[in-house]
C-alpha cells in the first residue's frame, strides 16, 4: 500500500488536565497526545494541528500575539515556533538539548523565547525566535525547574519556578551581549518564620582556643569540596522550607507566590524580600482560605484569581498585607487552573476531571460549560457495526462515553468498576464491557445521551481481558488469565445466556474470531503461551442440547473441534483470518504470517501442529505490538509502543501505510478497532488519555480494495438486518440491571447490583477497584454456582439412594471391625494380614499419596524454615561466637548477686597484627634516635627523666600490665602519624588489659567449678547420711548458670523440648530391638541359692558395715512371746536379762553413731558454706580488680577518643583549607575573567561613545543647515516651515483602548532592541504630519516634498540618536554592574585570604595546644566546681619541676627566714642566759662567803680529828678486804650445793612428766565419746538455758547502750575540749612563728 494510501485525523479527543492557555481573545488551545487542539469559545468548534515533528513535548503560548510554541519528543529535540490562526511556522530552533525541555515559555514585549532542557545538562536558554539564534545561556541552572515564566512588563526578568525553589533570572544587555544573572528568592520556613541564610562558618581569632577545637562548617567536617558541597550543606543545615506551587507577575513587577503549604508570598525581585500576605495558621486567617492550597494564580484587576483543592474558585483583593475576599464561584469539580483571556474579558476554568468552564464577569457572571470530555487514560474503544456511527470507549476510571461520527460526546456512564477490555455487538445497539473482578456488563447504547446497565455476568475470578463477537454476531467469546473462554450467546433475546466454557492450557495473551460462511463454523484463535496456539472450531446452529453441552458447562468434543498448533519463536499478538494466522514477533520485532491446515479432521486435540511462517516483515521498531484485521479480512493494522499504526494487505504484508497516532514516550497505542466498513480506524492512547479517530484514504490505484471493504461492509449490513431488527427490540425492553426483570429472566448465577441513571454501581464482586467498597471475593462464577445447582439437584433427586448407602456402609464397617477383632484372636498360622480387610486398595492407595504429597509438602516447607533458622544460626554463632577467641561468660557468687564478667575477644587480624608490628618497629628506630640526645644531655650535667606517673600517662593501666615503653608521652605528640600509633599503642594496651584480666578471670572460674565439684562430693556425703538418718531435708546444690556456660545456648537438651519426639519407623524399630535387649540381660542374670542366703542372713551383703548400724534390730527370746512374766523359769529370766542389757547396749551404740554422723553432716555442711563464702570473697577481690580494668580502659579509650577528635579536627582543617584554595582560585579566575570583560567592555563603551558624539554632531548638524537647505525661500516661510520642522507627533500615547492590558501592566520601559518599532511608528505618524493640507500657505509643492524629505532625515537622525542614547545608557549601566562584580569580587578575595591566615594561625595554634589526659587525686583539686565536675578553662598545666623549683625557693626563704628569727631569739635569749649568770655568780659568792663562815665556825669530834688527819687508815682497809674475801667462800659453797639439790629436782619432774604423757594418751583414745557427750549436753543445756538467759542479755545489751551512749557524749566533749585547744595552740603558733604569707600581706 506504499504510496497509494494515507491517513486522514477526523477528530482527536482527550484532556491531560496539564496545560490550557488562550491563544487569541476567544481561542484556547491544549494538549491532546501528539496533537494540540484549539478550541472556539464561542463556536465550540474544534481543530486539530499535527506536530510536524516526533510529539509533542512541552507547550508554550503567548495570546497577545496568537504565537505558540511546542518542543518534540526525541533526542536531540527542536522548538517550532508557529502563528495561530495561519498556523504557520515562523522558525524551528534547534538548541543543545540532549534529551526534552521541561519547559517553555514566550515573552509578551519581544520575540523572545525561554526554555528549559532537562537531563543532562539542565540548561536555561532565551531564544530570538525571529532569528531562531540564542541570545543567553545558563548551563546546570535548571536542575528542578517545572515552570518558566517572563514578567509581562520587561523580557529582562525571568521567573523560574522548580520543585522547591524560586529564582529569579535577569537578563543583562549591553548592546549585542546578554547575560543571565541569577537571583535566588530565600523562602521561608514552612511555618512561616522567616530564616537567616546559612552562612559558613569562618575563624575568629580568640586568645583561647575552644574546648573540642576549632569549629568548622558542614562542608569541612563532612569532608566535600567544591561545588556540591554548599548544595549539601543548604539541604543538611537549612530549616525546611516552603513549597511553591504557583507564581503570578503583579504590575509593579512584583511576585505573587502560592506554596503548596497554603502560605501566600509576596516577593520583591530587585530587593530578594519576601513578605507573607496569608498564613493559614493564624487565627485572623480568612476562613475560606485556610485549607485551600494555591494550585494556580491570574492577576485581576483588583487582584487575584486563587484556585486550590476544592471546587471553589476566590476572587481576592490584596491591600498592603491584609486581604479580602471579594466573590467565590463554585464549579461541580475542583478546579485546577484559572485565567484570563489577553483581552482581560473571559475567565477560564479547567477543573481535574476534565471540564472546561467559561465566564464573562463584567457581562452576566454565569459560568458556562465548554468541554466535558473527562480526563484520565483510555483502557479500550471500539466503533459500532450497526447503523448508528458511534464510537464507544471506557477509561481507567470506570466511566463509559459515547462519541459521534464528528467526535462529540453524546453521552457517558459510570460503572463505578475498574474495567479491562470492550466489544461492540454486530447484531444489537449494545457494548460488552469486561472488568477486573471477572464481571461481564452488557450496556443499551440505543440512547446516546443515557446509556444504562441491562445485564452482568460474573464468569471469572480474574480480569476479563478478551471480549470478542464474530462477524455474524452468533457468540461472545471472553478470555483471562485463568485459561477459561466461556462462550456467550450473544442476542438479547437469549439474555445473553452462556452457551458453555473449554479450558486451554495457559493464561490467554490474545483472543481473535473468525467467521466462515461456507462452513456455517466460527473458528475461535487462543494464544495461551509464547508459542502454543489453538483454534477452536463451533457451528453456527444451536448449542443448547445435552450433547453439546455437558450438565456442568463444559462444551462438548462433538460440538467443539481444536486444533494445537506450535510456532518457532514467541509471539506476543495473533490474530486469525482466513485459514491464516498473522502473528507479531517481539524477539525478531517482525510480523509474521503462518498458513493453517486444511484437512484436521484426522488430528487429535492432543496432537500438535508445527508451523512456520510463509511470510516475514519487519514490524514496529519499538515493541511489543498488537495486531487487529478488518472486518472483511484483506487488511491488517498494527498498534504498537511507539506509538504508530500500521495498516499492511493481508495478502502481501511488504507494503504499508503508517501514523503517528500516539506518544512513544507515554506507552504508545494500547488498542484499536475498525469500524465495519474498514475505512475507519480507532485508536486509545496507553497513557496520553487520548483517543484517535483516523480515515484511511486510497488513492486510485487501491480504488478496489475500499470498493471490495464497501461491498462487505454492505452485505454483512444486509444479512444483519433482520436479525438486528429482532433482537434491538428485545435488547430495549429490557429493564436496567438493579430494577425488577421480567419472570423467568434471573438465572441462580445472577445477584442484584444498585443502577440507576448515569452511574450504575457493579463493585460488589471487583475487589480490584481501589476507590469503592467492594464485595468478599468468595462471590461464585457462573460456573461455580452451576455447580452448586447440579449438586443441590443430585442431593434432592438421590437422597433416599445417599441414605441408604450410607447405612449400608455402617453396617460394612461394623461387620469388617468385628471379623478384625476375630482375626486377632485366631493362631498366627490362621490369622490374616490387616492390609488383606482393606475393601478398596485403590482409593486406599490414592489417600494415602494425597496424603504423603501433603505430608511431602509440609515437611518440604518445616525443611525450608529450618534451613533458613539454620543458616541465621550459622550466621550468628560465626559472627557472634566462632570469631570470638575468648568467648564472653560471667561468674556469678555462691551467697549474693554478685557478678563479674569477662572481656570478650576477637582474633586479631592481620592487619592488625601488621600496623602493632609497625609501629613497634618505628618506635624502636625513634627511640634509638633519641638515645644520644639523652644520654648528650646527661654528660652535660642534666637530670635524666624521672618515671612517669599515673598522673601525668593518664591512666592506671601501668600499675595493671606494667607501663609499654613504647607509648609515647602525651606532651610529645605533634604530627598525625604519631597520633594514629599512639591510637594503635592504646588499643593494644586496652587488649593487654583485657588480657590479663582474663587470665585471673579463668583462674577464678576453674576455682568454682572445683569448689562446685568438692560440694557435690559432700552433697553425696550428706545425702547418703540423710539416707541412713531418714532426714527429709533440701539440700542447697550450688551450679553453673547458662551465664557462666554460654555454650548452653548453642545447644537444645531433649528435656527444653515440650513436643513429643517424632521417630521415624527406623527409630522404632531401634528402641524396640534396645528393649529387647535388656529384658534378655536381666533375664539372663537367673536367680542362686547364693544370692538367696546373703539376703536372707545378711542382707545381702558377706560383711556387716558399721554403716547399717541404725538398721540392726536383736530379736527377743521366743518366750516372751508365748509366755506371761510369772511362768518364765531362771534360765528364761536370765536369757531375757542378756537380751535387754543387749537391747540397752545396742541403743546407746545407735546412739552414739546417729550424734557422729549427725555431726559429720554439720561439718559437711559448714565445711561447704566456709569454702563458698571464701570463694565469694575471692571473687570479691576479682570484682575490684575489674573495677580498676574499667577505669583503666575507660581511661584509655578516652585518650584513644581525644586522639582521634584530634586527627579527625586535622582532617577539618585541611579539608577547609582545601575549600578556601578552592574558593579563592575560583575566585581568582572569576576575577580576572571580570577584569578582562569589564576592560573589553570600558574599550566598547569608548568606541560607542564616540559613535554616539558623532551622530549627536551630524544631527546638531542637521538643524543648523536647515536654513541653508531653504535659502530661496522667504525668511518668514522659512521660520514657519522650522517650526513645523521641530514639532513631533505624539507616538506614545497612541494606543488602543480596546487593550485592557493595559490597565494592569503599564507602559514597557525603553531599550534599544524597541527602536525598529519605535521608528516605524514615529514614520507612520509622520504621514499624518505630510499630508498636503498641512502645506503653510505661500509654500510650493515642491518645497514641501523637499521639506518633507528633509525632516523625515532629521526625524530618523534623532530616532537614531536615541537609539545609540538607550544602548549607551545600557552600557554604561552594565560596565557598572561588572564593576561592581570586580569590586565584590576583589572583596571576596580578600575576605578569602583573611581566612586562610587566620585558618593557618589557628591550625598552628591548635597542633602546639594538645590535649592531655591528667589524673588527680581526690582532695588535690583547688579549682572552682560548677555542678558535680570541676571548671578547668582558666586552669594552666606546667610541668612538675616548674612547680617544685618554685616550692625549693619557697622553703629555701622560709628556712633562710627561720633562721634569723632564731637567731634573734638567740642573741635575746644569750642577753637573758648572762643576766642569769651574772645574778648566779652573785648568789654563788654569797653562798661561799656564807660556807666559809660555817666551816670556819664548826665543831669537829675526835675521831672526825683524826680521820681528817689520816692516823691509821691502811690498817682499817686491809681488815676490812679480809672480812670480805671469807664471806666469798662461804657464798660458793652454798651456791654448789643449791645446784645439786635443783638437778635432783629436776630429775623427778622428768619422771612425773612421762607419767603423765601415758595418762594423756589415754585420755586422749577416749577423746571423741567425750566430745559427742559434751556436745549433747552443751546442746540440751543451751537450749534449756535460753529462754532463762534472754532477759539476762537484754538488760545487758541495754547496759552496753547506755555505756556507749555516755562514751559517746563524753568523746564530743572531749573532741570539742581538743578542738579549742588546737585552735589556741595554732594561735599562738602562728603569734609566735608567723606564716610567710601574713608577712608579705603585713
Known amino acids: 500500500m506504499d504510496g497509494i494510501g494515507s491517513f486522514d485525523v477526523r477528530w482527536i479527543r482527550g484532556f491531560t488536565n496539564k496545560s490550557i492557555e488562550f491563544v487569541d481573545k476567544k481561542t484556547v488551545c491544549y494538549k491532546c497526545g501528539d496533537n494540540i487542539c484549539f478550541l472556539d469559545l464561542e463556536t465550540k468548534k474544534q481543530n486539530m494541528f499535527q506536530s510536524p515533528g516526533k510529539g509533542i513535548g512541552a507547550l508554550t503560548v503567548n495570546g497577545n500575539n496568537q504565537t505558540f510554541a511546542f518542543s518534540e519528543e526525541k533526542l536531540s ?193 530587585e530587593s530578594l524580600s519576601v513578605s507573607v500576605i496569608f498564613n493559614p495558621t493564624t487565627a485572623d486567617a480568612v476562613p475560606e482560605l485556610r485549607n485551600n492550597n494555591f494550585q494556580s494564580l491570574s492577576l485581576n484587576q483588583n487582584g487575584f484569581i486563587a484556585v486550590g483543592k476544592e471546587n471553589t474558585v476566590h476572587c481576592v483583593q490584596v491591600k498592603a498585607t491584609q486581604i479580602t475576599i471579594t466573590q467565590t464561584w463554585q464549579l461541580e469539580e475542583p478546579v485546577t487552573t484559572a485565567m484570563y483571556s489577553p483581552d482581560r474579558e473571559t475567565l477560564l476554568f479547567s477543573s481535574i476531571a476534565g471540564q472546561i468552564y467559561a465566564l464573562n464577569p463584567t457581562r452576566s457572571g454565569v459560568i458556562v460549560k465548554l468541554l466535558d470530555i473527562l480526563s484520565g487514560d483510555f483502557v479500550a474503544a471500539a466503533l459500532s457495526h450497526t447503523d448508528k456511527n458511534i464510537c464507544v470507549s471506557v477509561r481507567d476510571s470506570g466511566v463509559l462515553q459515547l462519541w459521534s461520527a464528528e467526535g462529540i460526546c453524546l453521552g457517558s456512564l459510570s460503572l463505578q468498576a475498574e474495567v479491562t477490555s470492550l466489544a461492540c455487538c454486530p447484531i444489537a445497539q449494545y457494548a460488552a464491557v469486561g472488568t477486573a473482578s471477572g464481571n461481564v456488563l452488557f450496556i443499551d447504547l440505543n440512547w446516546e445521551q443515557q446509556p444504562r446497565l441491562v445485564h452482568r455476568v460474573h464468569l471469572h475470578h480474574t480480569p476479563v481481558d478478551h471480549l470478542v463477537f464474530d462477524q455474524e454476531g452468533h457468540y461472545l467469546f471472553t478470555g483471562a488469565s485463568d485459561s477459561y473462554i466461556y462462550v456467550l450467546d450473544s442476542k438479547p433475546s437469549k439474555m445473553f445466556s452462556v452457551i458453555g466454557y473449554t479450558v486451554v492450557h495457559g493464561p490467554i495473551l490474545s483472543l481473535s474470531v473468525q467467521c466462515i460462511k461456507d462452513s ?168 496520553d488519555c487520548s483517543l484517535v479517530c483516523t480515515d484511511i484514504r486510497i488513492n486510485s490505484m487501491g480504488a478496489d480494495k475500499m470498493k471490495e471493504a464497501t461491498r462487505y461492509s454492505q452485505s454483512m449490513k444486509h444479512l444483519l438486518k433482520k436479525i438486528f431488527n429482532a433482537e434491538n427490540p428485545v435488547l430495549i425492553d429490557l429493564p436496567e440491571w438493579g430494577q425488577a426483570p421480567p419472570a423467568g429472566t434471573v438465572t441462580p448465577e445472577e445477584s442484584e447490583v444498585s443502577g440507576g441513571g448515569h452511574s450504575v454501581d457493579v463493585t460488589e464482586q471487583d475487589e480490584s477497584y481501589n476507590s469503592l467498597p467492594s464485595a468478599p471475593p468468595s462471590h461464585p462464577t457462573w460456573l461455580e454456582s452451576r455447580r452448586e445447582a447440579i449438586i443441590k439437584e443430585d442431593n434432592e433427586q438421590y437422597s433416599e439412594t445417599k441414605k441408604n448407602l450410607k447405612k449400608s456402609i455402617i453396617e460394612l464397617r461394623h461387620n469388617i471391625q468385628e471379623m478384625m477383632r476375630e482375626n486377632e484372636l485366631l493362631p498366627g498360622i490362621e490369622r490374616l494380614e490387616q492390609e488383606e480387610f482393606n475393601l478398596d486398595v485403590e482409593e486406599q492407595r490414592s489417600l494415602g499419596a494425597m496424603v504423603e504429597q501433603e505430608v511431602t509438602r509440609v515437611r518440604n516447607e518445616i525443611e525450608l524454615e529450618i534451613l533458613a533458622k539454620r543458616y541465621l544460626r550459622d550466621v550468628l554463632r560465626r559472627e557472634c561466637w566462632e570469631s570470638l577467641k575468648v568467648k564472653g561468660k560471667a561468674i556469678k557468687a555462691f551467697h549474693s548477686e554478685q557478678q563479674v564478667k569477662n572481656y570478650p575477644l576477637k582474633e586479631q587480624t592481620d592487619k592488625e597484627v601488621e600496623d602493632l608490628r609497625r609501629v613497634y618497629n618505628m618506635r624502636n628506630i625513634e627511640k634509638a634516635a633519641s638515645t644520644q640526645s639523652k644520654l648528650n644531655k646527661n654528660s652535660k650535667g642534666e637530670e635524666g627523666p624521672e618515671a612517669e606517673s599515673a598522673a601525668v600517662t593518664g591512666s592506671f593501666s601501668s600499675e595493671l600490665v606494667g607501663s609499654n615503653p613504647y607509648i609515647y608521652d602525651q606532651f610529645c605528640l605533634q604530627t598525625t602519624e604519631q597520633k594514629i600509633n599512639q591510637i594503635i599503642l592504646l588499643q593494644d594496651v586496652i587488649r593487654c588489659i583485657k588480657t590479663a584480666f582474663n587470665s585471673d578471670f579463668e583462674a577464678v572460674y576453674k576455682q568454682k567449678v572445683q569448689e562446685l565439684n568438692r560440694v557435690k562430693d559432700r552433697n553425696r556425703h550428706i545425702t547418703e547420711i540423710m539416707l541412713e538418718l531418714d532426714v527429709r531435708e533440701k539440700l542447697w546444690e550450688p551450679g553453673l548458670t547458662v551465664s557462666e556456660q554460654p555454650e548452653r545456648l548453642l545447644t537444645v537438651d531433649d528435656s527444653e523440648i515440650k513436643a513429643e519426639k517424632y521417630l521415624s519407623p527406623e527409630q522404632q524399630k531401634e528402641e524396640e530391638r534396645k528393649k529387647l535387649e535388656e529384658q534378655k540381660c536381666l533375664g539372663a542374670k537367673g536367680d542362686t541359692v547364693r544370692d538367696r542366703a546373703l539376703d536372707d542372713m545378711m542382707n545381702g551383703v558377706i560383711e556387716v558395715k558399721k554403716d547399717g548400724i541404725l538398721k540392726m534390730k536383736i530379736p527377743p527370746p521366743g518366750f516372751v512371746l508365748t509366755k506371761p512374766d510369772k511362768d518364765w523359769s531362771e534360765e528364761e529370766k536370765k536369757v531375757y536379762k542378756e537380751y535387754e542389757k543387749k537391747s540397752t547396749d545396742l541403743s ?250 587566620s585558618l593557618h594561625r589557628d591550625k598552628n595554634r591548635y597542633l602546639k595546644d594538645i590535649m592531655v589526659q591528667v589524673l588527680l587525686k581526690q582532695g588535690q583539686v583547688e579549682v572552682s566546681t560548677t555542678g558535680l565536675t570541676a571548671d578547668y578553662t582558666d586552669s594552666v598545666l606546667s610541668n612538675r619541676s616548674e612547680v617544685e623549683n618554685l616550692n625549693r625557693t619557697i622553703r629555701t626563704l622560709g628556712e633562710q627566714k627561720i633562721a634569723t628569727m632564731v637567731e634573734c631569739k638567740d642573741f635575746r635569749k644569750g642577753i637573758i642566759k648572762l643576766q642569769w649568770e651574772h645574778r648566779m655568780k652573785g648568789m654563788q659568792i654569797e653562798h661561799l662567803n656564807t660556807k666559809a663562815r660555817d666551816i670556819q665556825m664548826l665543831r669537829l669530834s675526835e675521831e672526825q680529828q683524826d680521820y681528817l688527819n689520816k692516823t691509821g687508815r691502811d690498817s682499817r682497809v686491809s681488815k676490812q678486804v679480809s672480812i670480805l674475801e671469807k664471806t666469798l667462800a662461804f657464798q660458793e659453797k652454798a651456791h654448789l650445793k643449791s645446784v645439786k639439790q635443783r638437778m635432783k629436782k629436776i630429775e623427778q619432774l622428768n619422771r612425773q612428766a612421762a607419767e603423765k604423757a601415758k595418762e594423756n594418751a589415754t585420755v586422749k583414745q577416749q577423746l571423741p565419746d567425750m566430745q559427742v557427750t559434751v556436745a549433747e549436753r552443751t546442746h540440751i543445756y543451751e537450749a534449756i538455758a535460753s529462754q532463762d538467759n534472754q532477759a539476762a542479755k537484754t538488760e545487758e545489751r541495754y547496759q552496753e547502750i547506755l555505756l556507749r551512749s555516755n562514751l559517746e557524749a563524753c568523746a564530743r566533749a572531749q573532741a570539742e575540749e581538743l578542738a579549742s585547744l588546737w585552735a589556741e595552740v595554732e594561735r599562738l603558733r602562728m603569734k609566735n612563728f608567723p606564716s610567710l604569707d601574713q608577712l608579705k600581706h603585713d
Request: glycine share 4%; with cysteine; proline share 5%.
Open 77 to 269: 529535540p527542536s522548538i517550532f515556533v508557529y502563528i495561530y490562526p495561519e498556523l504557520q511556522l515562523k522558525n524551528e530552533l534547534k538548541g543543545s538539548a540532549q534529551l526534552d525541555f521541561t519547559s517553555l515559555s514566550l515573552s509578551t514585549d519581544g520575540p523572545y523565547l525561554a526554555c528549559c532542557s532537562s537531563l543532562p545538562d539542565h540548561t536555561i536558554t532565551v531564544w530570538n525566535w525571529e532569528s531562531a539564534a540564542p541570545i543567553c545561556t545558563k548551563p546546570h541552572a535548571g536542575r528542578d525547574v517545572i515552570s518558566l515564566v517572563f514578567n509581562p512588563l520587561s523580557w529582562f526578568q525571568l521567573c523560574a519556578l522548580g520543585k522547591s525553589s524560586l529564582t529569579v533570572w535577569n537578563i543583562e544587555k549591553s548592546a549585542n551581549i546578554h547575560l543571565l544573572k541569577p537571583s535566588v528568592i530565600e523562602l521561608p520556613a514552612n511555618d512561616g518564620s522567616f530564616v537567616e541564610r546559612l552562612v559558613p562558618t569562618s575563624q575568629t581569632v580568640t586568645e583561647i582556643l575552644p574546648y573540642f577545637g576549632l569549629e568548622m562548617p558542614p562542608s569541612a567536617i563532612s569532608g566535600l569540596v567544591g561545588e556540591k558541597a554548599e548544595t549539601i550543606l543548604t539541604k543538611l543545615c537549612a530549616k525546611a522550607r516552603l513549597t511553591p506551587s504557583t507564581i503570578c507577575w503583579t504590575p509593579t513587577s512584583e511576585l505573587y507566590v502560592g506554596c503548596v503549604e497554603g502560605f501566600l508570598l509576596l516577593v520583591d525581585p
Open 520 to 687: 456455517a463454523q466460527v473458528k475461535v484463535l487462543a494464544q495461551y503461551s509464547g508459542q502454543q496456539l489453538t483454534v477452536l472450531s463451533l457451528p453456527t446452529g444451536d448449542l443448547s442440547g445435552p450433547d453439546c453441552v455437558d450438565r456442568h458447562g463444559c462444551l462438548s468434543t462433538l460440538v467443539l473441534k481444536a486444533s494445537t498448533y506450535e510456532v518457532p519463536d514467541p509471539l506476543n499478538s495473533c490474530v486469525l483470518g482466513v485459514s491464516k494466522v498473522f502473528a507479531y514477533c517481539q524477539k525478531r520485532r517482525t510480523l509474521q504470517r503462518f498458513e493453517l491446515p486444511q484437512n484436521t479432521d484426522g488430528l487429535s486435540s492432543e496432537q500438535v501442529v508445527q508451523l512456520k511462517p510463509e511470510q516475514e516483515v519487519r514490524g514496529h521498531p519499538v515493541g511489543p505490538a498488537s495486531l487487529f484485521i478488518s472486518p472483511h479480512g484483506l487488511w491488517l493494522a498494527s498498534a504498537g509502543r511507539d506509538g504508530l499504526l500500521l495498516i499492511r494487505e493481508t495478502a502481501s504484508m511488504e507494503r504499508h501505510i503508517e501514523r503517528q497516532c500516539h506518544s512513544c514516550r507515554l506507552g504508545g497505542v494500547r488498542s484499536a478497532s475498525f469500524s465495519a466498513d474498514s475505512q475507519t480506524v480507532l485508536t486509545a492512547g496507553l497513557k
Open 1148 to 1397: 546407746e551404740e545407735k546412739e552414739k553413731y546417729k550424734k557422729s554422723i549427725e555431726t559429720e553432716m554439720r561439718k559437711l555442711q559448714a565445711s561447704s558454706i566456709d569454702a563458698t563464702e571464701r570463694f565469694d570473697e575471692t571473687l570479691t577481690k576479682l570484682f575490684e580488680k575489674k573495677v580498676k580494668c574499667e577505669m583503666a580502659i575507660y581511661q584509655e579509650e578516652l585518650k584513644v577518643t581525644y586522639l582521634v577528635y584530634s586527627v579527625l579536627g586535622e582532617d577539618e582543617i585541611r579539608n577547609r583549607d582545601l575549600e578556601l584554595k578552592l574558593k579563592l582560585e575560583k575566585t581568582l579566575a572569576f576575577k580576572e575573567e571580570i577584569r578582562r570583560e569589564v576592560k573589553r567592555h570600558e574599550e566598547e563603551l569608548e568606541f560607542f561613545q564616540e559613535s554616539y558624539e558623532s551622530t549627536v554632531a551630524e544631527d546638531k548638524v542637521l538643524d543648523k543647515d536647515f536654513r541653508k537647505e531653504f535659502f530661496n525661500v522667504q525668511s518668514h516661510l522659512v521660520d514657519s516651515l522650522y517650526k513645523l520642522f521641530r514639532s513631533r507627533p505624539r507616538v506614545q500615547k497612541m494606543r488602543t483602548q480596546t487593550d485592557s492590558s493595559s490597565v494592569l501592566f503599564k507602559e514597557q520601559r525603553l531599550c534599544g532592541s524597541q527602536a525598529p518599532d519605535a521608528l516605524s511608528k514615529m514614520l507612520k505618524a509622520m504621514e499624518d504630519l505630510d499630508a498636503p493640507e498641512n502645506i503653510p500657505v505661500g509654500v510650493s509643492p515642491q518645497i514641501w516634498e523637499r521639506f518633507c524629505l528633509v525632516r523625515r532625515v532629521k526625524v530618523e537622525s534623532e530616532q537614531k540618536v536615541k537609539v545609540k542614547a538607550l544602548t549607551l545608557a545600557e552600557m554604561h549601566a552594565f560596565l557598572q554592574k561588572r564593576r561592581a562584580e570586580d569590586s565584590a569580587a576583589q572583596q571576596e578575595i580578600k575576605i578569602l585570604l583573611d581566612e586562610l591566615e
